[in-house]
C-alpha cells in the first residue's frame, strides 16, 4: 500500500501532520506529500534548517530502518517529482 497526498498549494506542517496521522495508523510501505507549489516557510525550516528528517518517521521495525514520508515538489514539465527536494525516504 502506497499513500500519496497531492497539494495544489503550498506543502504546511499541517499537511505533514496529516499524512503522519494516517501513515503511523495504516503503515503503508510508502507515503508521499508532493505539490507543484513547493514547501511552506514552515516546512523548510523544520526540514533543511534545523534538519527533522525524525519528524517524517512513521514505522519503525527492529533491525530495520524506518519508514519516512517523503516530501518533495512536483514537476509538471517532466511530470515527476524533482529529485532535487526530495526530503525523507524509505526504510524497507
Known amino acids: 500500500m502506497a499513500f500519496v497526498e ?3 498549494t503550498k506543502l504546511t506542517l499541517a499537511h ?7 501513515s503511523r495508523i495504516a503503515q503503508p510501505l510508502y507515503s508521499f506529500l508532493i505539490s ?8 523548510v525550516s523544520l526540514l533543511q534548517e534545523y534538519q527533522r528528517h525524525d519528524v517524517l518517521e512513521y514505522h519503525w521495525e527492529a533491525g530495520r530502518i524506518p519508514r519516512k ?11 515527476n517529482l ?9 526504510g524497507i
Do not use: D, E
Open 6 to 8: 497531492c497539494k495544489n
Open 16 to 22: 505533514l501532520s496529516q499524512l503522519l496521522g494516517y
Open 69 to 79: 514520508v517523503v516530501v518533495a515538489q512536483w514537476q509538471p514539465s517532466t511530470a
Open 82 to 90: 524533482n529529485r532535487n527536494t526530495m526530503i525523507g525516504g524509505v
Open 36 to 43: 507543484p507549489i513547493g514547501f511552506s516557510r514552515m516546512l
